[in-house]
């Protein structure tokens, strides 16, 4: 597997953006298809973004589509989310995953690598 690690989270005020980033090391970054996920308190974790594996496509959540922006540097085996026009409700700790074989890029149980997560906190 790949371990995975998220940066970039904090604290911003609605309508503010914040770049979360997600470092990859110990297996080859781009033999992995990638998305971000996110739970709130109190809520299941639920699904943001998803590059698809064959031709990385991104893919985005209803609430997110045309504010977030996914994306991956395989150069750097980082990859990206880009949050623009945030809203409070965006609150949650916002997790990036990995998954080594095709599969619906939706569901969790879809990914066999995890990051341990980085909070995003959007005031009113």
């Known amino acids: 597997q790949v371990q995975l690690a998220e940066s970039g989270g904090g604290l911003v005020q609605a309508g503010g953006s914040l770049r979360l980033s997600c470092a990859a090391s110990?297996?080859?970054?781009?033999?992995?298809?990638m998305g971000w996920f996110r739970q709130a308190p109190g809520k299941e974790r639920e699904f943001v973004a998803a590059?698809?594996?064959?031709?990385?496509?991104?893919h985005y959540a209803d609430s997110v589509k045309g504010r977030f922006t996914i994306s991956r540097d395989n150069a750097k085996n980082t990859g990206y989310l880009q949050m623009n026009s945030l809203k409070p409700e965006d609150t949650a700790v916002y997790y990036c995953?990995?998954?080594?074989?095709?599969?619906?890029?939706?569901?969790?149980?879809?990914?066999?690598?995890w990051g341990q997560g980085t909070q995003v906190t959007v005031s009113s």
């Open positions: 110990g297996r080859t970054f781009s033999n992995y298809a």
């Open positions: 995953a990995a998954r080594s074989l095709p599969g619906d890029y939706v569901k969790d149980t879809s990914y066999d690598s």
């Open positions: 590059l698809t594996w064959s031709f990385n496509n991104p």
